[in-house]
C-alpha cells in the first residue's frame, strides 16, 4: 500500500514518526513523507526505506500560520505543496500529523476525486495546546489566534477524516464527547521502543541526587514551579542537581529565573540532545521529573518521556494531570503532586530521597505496567491494524 505521511516540521528527528514510519515498513508498506523546513534544504531525503520530500517553508508564510483560520496565505501554500504530490501519484491512503493540515488534505481528496483513505494522527489536543502557548500570547498572537474557530475547525474534519489516532484515552473521551464514534479513534500512544532502542542501564550519580527532565521546555512543562523550590530541597539534600535535557520557547525564561534565584550551581542545562545521549542521562538521575501545567492540554497528551522513564528504571514525580494520575497514580508506579503546589513538590522529592523501599517499589510496579501495556510493540500492532482493516 502506498501511503503519503504529511508533517508540517522537519524529519528527522521525531521518535514518534519514526516509530510509526518503522512498524509501516515492516508491515511491507510504501512510505513518502512530506515534511516542512524553516531553512532551505536539498528537495528529497530519505529516511530507511521512505522517500522525504523536503519543503521550504519561507518567514512569511511560516509566521502567517498563526491566523491560517482567518487568512489562508498558509493552507495556500501548503494545498499546492501536496496537491502536485497527490495529483501527480496516486496514493491508497494518506496520514497526516497533527490537525492544521487536515482541510487541505480534506479538499485535494475532492478536487482529485481521489478514494484515498485519510487518517489523522493527534499528537495533541491542538485548540489547547494552541491556546497556552507562547506565542499566542502576545500582542499579535492575541489579534490573530481564534481560539472558539480552531474548536469548530477541529470538530469539523474530526466528522470527516476517515481514522483518527489519538495517543491516550483521555483525549479518546474528549472526542467521543464531540459525537465521534468510538469505533473510528485508535490507540497510538508515545511508547517506548525497546526494538530500536537499548533499555539504558541505570548507572546513578556516585556525587549528586540528581533530579532529570528531558523533552520540550515549552511553559506548560511547568518547570518554573520546579527551579524555586531546590534551595529549600538542598537543605535536606545537600548534593542535589536538577538537569535539564532539551530545548523550546521556554528555555531562555528558565536560564533567567535560574540567575535570578542565584540557582546555578544547582542547575545544569544540557540543551537538545540526541536520543541515545538523552537516555544515558537519563540513566544517571535518581529522580525523574514530568511537572507538567495542568490543563485541558496535558490532560489529553502523553509525553514519551513518562514511558523513557519507566522503562529506565527510575522513580517518576509527576504532576497531577489525569493521564499521570492514571497510569502512575493508581498503580503506584510513581508519586503525584499538585503541580502548583511547591511545598507539595518538595515534600514528594524528600520523601523519595528518604525511602529507599519506596523508590524499589515504584520502579517495579512502573515497569510490571510498562511490560503488560505500555511498550511500542502493542502500539505498532494497533497501527498497522488501521491499513489492514480500514483502508
Not at 111 to 119: A, L, Y
Not at 164 to 188: A, D, F, N, P, W
Not at 289 to 302: A, F, R, V, W
Not at 312 to 321: D, E, F, Q
Request: hydrophobic share 40%.
Amino acid at each position: 500500500m502506498k501511503i503519503l505521511m504529511i508533517l508540517e516540521t522537519p524529519f528527522p528527528p521525531d521518535l514518534r514518526v519514526e516509530n510509526e514510519i518503522d512498524a509501516l515498513l515492516e508491515a511491507g508498506h510504501d512510505i513518502t513523507i512530506i515534511a516542512g523546513f524553516r531553512e532551505k534544504v536539498e528537495k528529497t531525503a530519505s529516511y530507511e526505506k521512505a522517500k522525504i520530500i523536503r519543503v521550504y517553508i519561507p518567514t512569511f508564510i511560516y509566521k502567517s500560520s498563526i491566523g491560517c483560520l482567518t487568512f489562508p496565505f498558509y493552507f495556500k501554500f501548503w494545498k499546492k505543496v501536496i496537491g502536485s504530490e497527490i495529483f501527480n501519484k496516486r496514493y491508497d491512503a494518506v496520514h497526516i500529523h497533527d490537525l492544521p493540515l487536515s482541510q487541505v488534505v480534506l479538499d485535494l481528496r475532492g478536487e482529485s476525486q481521489q478514494d484515498f483513505n485519510i487518517t489523522l494522527d493527534l499528537h495533541e489536543n491542538y485548540p489547547d495546546m494552541l491556546k497556552i502557548a507562547m506565542h499566542t500570547n502576545t500582542f499579535l498572537g492575541r489579534l490573530f489566534f481564534d481560539y472558539h474557530a480552531w474548536l469548530s475547525y477541529e470538530k469539523k474534519v474530526l466528522r470527516e477524516v476517515d481514522t483518527i489516532i489519538t495517543v491516550v484515552e483521555e483525549m479518546k473521551e474528549r472526542i467521543i464527547t464531540q459525537g465521534i464514534e468510538s469505533e473510528k479513534i485508535v490507540l497510538v500512544s508515545n511508547t517506548f521502543n525497546s526494538a530500536k532502542f537499548p533499555t539504558p542501564a541505570r548507572q546513578p550519580s556516585a556525587n549528586d541526587f540528581i533530579l532529570f527532565y528531558g523533552g520540550g521546555v515549552t511553559i506548560d512543562r511547568g518547570l518554573q514551579y520546579v527551579i524555586p523550590t531546590l534551595n529549600n530541597i538542598a537543605k535536606i539534600i545537600p548534593n542535589l542537581q536538577l538537569w535539564i535535557v532539551g530545548d523550546g520557547s521556554y528555555l531562555t525564561n528558565l536560564i533567567e529565573l535560574t540567575k535570578k534565584n542565584k540557582l546555578e550551581h544547582l542547575v545544569k542545562f544540557y540543551g537538545r540532545q540526541a536520543f541515545p545521549d538523552l537516555l544515558k542521562l537519563l540513566a544517571q538521575a535518581n529522580i525523574a521529573l514530568i511537572p507538567h501545567l495542568k490543563s485541558p492540554q496535558t490532560e489529553s497528551g502523553l509525553p514519551h518521556k513518562l514511558f523513557q522513564y519507566m522503562i529506565t528504571g527510575i522513580p517518576i514525580l509527576a504532576s497531577n494531570c489525569l493521564p499521570f494520575i492514571r497510569i502512575l497514580g493508581d498503580n503506584e508506579a510513581g508519586l503525584i503532586y499538585e503541580f502548583d503546589n511547591p511545598e507539595e513538590f518538595i515534600k514528594s522529592v524528600i520523601k523519595v530521597y528518604s525511602i529507599p523501599q519506596l523508590q524499589t517499589s515504584l520502579t517495579n510496579n512502573a515497569q510490571k505496567i510498562l511490560k503488560e501495556k505500555y511498550l511500542w510493540k502493542y502500539d505498532a500492532k494497533r497501527l498497522v491494524k488501521i491499513y489492514e482493516e480500514k483502508v
